[in-house]
């Protein structure tokens, strides 16, 4: 029995954390079932088990593991016979794409979705996510709000490596969908999940891509 | 008999050209011999015969090839039994591996490197090199310099995703130099010929890859 604790806002629907979307595409591609705990920013509580305080966090039977890539891992090595990921053979420019879609992507999709992430949580999870993101930003949630259209615009640029990818192949894995895939489309679910309006451009590759890509992994068999 | 039309600065021996530094790479691996024909960027008429105005342009016997890339696809083809570099077989990760060089990490060294590049041409190509530029960047080059601490703190952060795969990888495409390598390795002698500072910082994962890969492949092997 697999149990992943999951993100949610306010309302139980709302998922947002690109972790666990990761997680959930990886539970989806290798077709196994799995019960979802709810969990908010300020259930540390209920995460004390795992020995840290952040989702993903599955529980296999007597397995306990965190951290996304660790998950991933884990799926493949335990259920070998379903579909692989790859994820613990992984080229050095996968890890890249993973590095950057981390560590680029990620925070540049923050600076836009922070103040909607807000809006939509429980009043005790906003007081948290606002002490501790303003922290982070070293501006208030307001101010980064008020700066939306720099932070559009900056997205949109480092979104350029991406395109160029999207004009020449199919999926970010090439002629197929893979674990490079999963890495950007668990961030771009959880931007469209926070932000009311449509990141990508006209006649953006990116959006034919995630045509393409939404085909085969619909959002409603992922938020289970 | 190969020739490499190469962009030369004031002085004969200055090269800064990434693209050329790319081609002059595979030349290195595949192990042919060339001579150089040293252009400057008002030197359109030499690369003419090319029916486009850009460097690299290779001309191996009666064929021309312009564009890196091409010219690399064309080395492979054309010269089989030497090591092969692999670029009409690219994974599509390492295309945006590519992608990223080309469309984030140029323009991020570009904003550092365009003065010091200035200073180093002859009096015709600083016009040229002033009036183009000055209209790409949208400002003067001397702004571009003051400019210069935020242009620096720039390409730190976006190298995060580069130092993520070379915490974890010896080389950038993973045990063995190759061809992720070649494209980063090009850039990075950009910024080294025109900007008289390291742009490495501390314990940088980046500064150990560049002591493996210089190993590799000296500079004074390159520069022929």
Chains 1, 2 share one sequence.
């Not at 922070?114 to 906003?126: G, I, K, M, R, S």
């Not at 395109?163 to 002629?175: E, K, M, P, V």
């Not at 926070?194 to 939404?214: C, G, H, K, T, Y």
């Amino acid at each position: 029995m697999i149990t992943l604790y999951d993100l949610a806002g306010a309302d139980d629907r709302l998922r947002f954390s690109p972790f666990c979307f990761r997680v959930k595409l990886a539970l989806l591609i290798k077709g196994l079932a799995y019960r979802v705990e709810r969990v908010r920013f300020v259930d540390k509580d209920k995460l004390a088990f795992s020995g840290q305080g952040l989702v993903p966090v599955l529980v296999d039977d007597d397995l306990v593991i965190s951290d996304s890539w660790k998950i991933l891992q884990h799926l493949d090595q335990h259920y070998p016979a379903s579909p692989q990921l790859g994820a613990d053979r992984a080229s050095a420019s996968l890890d890249f794409l993973r590095f950057w879609c981390d560590r680029a992507l990620h925070a540049a999709i923050f600076r836009i979705a922070a103040p909607f992430v807000h809006a939509q949580l429980t009043p005790e999870d906003q007081t948290y996510f606002r002490s501790t993101r303003e922290a982070r930003l070293g501006k208030t949630l307001e101010a980064i709000a008020a700066e939306r259209p720099q932070h559009v615009a900056h997205l949109q640029l480092m979104l350029e490596p991406l395109r160029g990818l999207l004009s020449t192949h199919a999926f970010i894995d090439g002629a197929a969908p893979g674990l490079g895939d999963v890495v950007i489309y668990s961030a771009w679910l959880w931007a469209e999940a926070a932000v009311p309006f449509a990141l990508r451009e006209p006649n953006d590759p990116i959006a034919a891509w995630l045509d393409r890509v939404r085909q085969q992994w619909p959002l409603s068999a992922i938020n289970v």
